[in-house]
T-cell receptor
Framework: AQKITQTQPGMFVQEKEAVTLDCTYDTSDPSYGLFWYKQPSSGEMIFLIYQGSYDQQNATEGRYSLNFQKARKSANLVISASQLGDSAMYFC?????????FGTGTSLTVIP | GAVVSQHPSWVICKSGTSVKIECRSL??????MFWYRQFPKQSLMLMAT?????????EQGVEKDKFLINHASLTLSTLTVTSAHPEDSSFYICSASPSLNTEAFFGQGTRLTVV
């Protein structure tokens, strides 16, 4: 099983500012993928961004980017230009096969 | 992306009754689907792995007689909460992936309230 830690249970950010959500992990797999999901209050899980352990460049998807530091087993999510609609729970996850293991989550609140 | 549909999105039932939740992959076949349970402000906890044509694999501590899983086709898995009690009230969500080691696609989730 993968072990994933998100040390920030709650975060606040001013609208239009950038925010970094932390994620550290422990895996024995030589090759793995790191996913970030957003879960608004409606409960749906929305895929945000992915990075493979052997990808050379940090992944970016619009306002989302990954600060991936493999040696430190860290994959922080950076959200730039925060919007009110970004307020949600955020989970990082690593799969084994198609079974996903999730971190404890970070509740992000964007302040107008 | 691929679509996973879960039904119902919310249900209220009386204590002692059973509730069935459906999870369908709409545009791909899934030999494996996953059922998670989530309490408020907590992470998703894997309950069981649903395997098409064979028995589900349950995580430690999950009662297989209480949470019945059936995966009768490549596009449908069902979770039945039998003899529901108030402590079973939770958010249940399923996931599936169209191929190995790709992103998981989630159903919309089901909020179960047992009164």
């Amino acid at each position: 099983a993968q072990k994933i830690t998100q040390t920030q249970p709650g975060m606040f950010v001013q609208e239009k500012e950038a925010v970094t959500l932390d994620c550290t992990y422990d895996t024995s797999d030589p090759s793995y993928g790191l996913f970030w999901y957003k879960q608004p209050s409606s409960g749906e899980m929305i895929f945000l961004i992915y990075q493979g352990s052997y990808d050379q460049q940090n992944a970016t998807e619009g306002r989302y980017s990954l600060n991936f530091q493999k040696a430190r087993k860290s994959a922080n999510l950076v959200i730039s230009a925060s919007q009110l609609g970004d307020s949600a729970m955020y989970f990082c996850a690593i799969p084994t096969g198609n079974q996903f293991y999730f971190g404890t989550g970070t509740s992000l609140t964007v302040i107008p | 992306g691929a679509v996973v549909s879960q039904h119902p999105s919310w249900v209220i039932c009386k204590s002692g009754t059973s509730v069935k939740i459906e999870c369908r992959s709409l545009d791909f076949q899934a030999t494996t689907m996953f059922w998670y349970r989530q309490f408020p402000k907590q992470s998703l906890m894997l309950m069981a792995t649903s395997n098409e044509g064979s028995k589900a694999t349950y995580e430690q501590g999950v009662e297989k007689d209480k949470f019945l899983i059936n995966h009768a086709s490549l596009t449908l898995s069902t979770l039945t909460v039998t003899s529901a009690h108030p402590e079973d009230s939770s958010f249940y969500i399923c996931s599936a992936s169209p191929s190995l080691n790709t992103e998981a696609f989630f159903g919309q989730g089901t909020r179960l309230t047992v009164v």
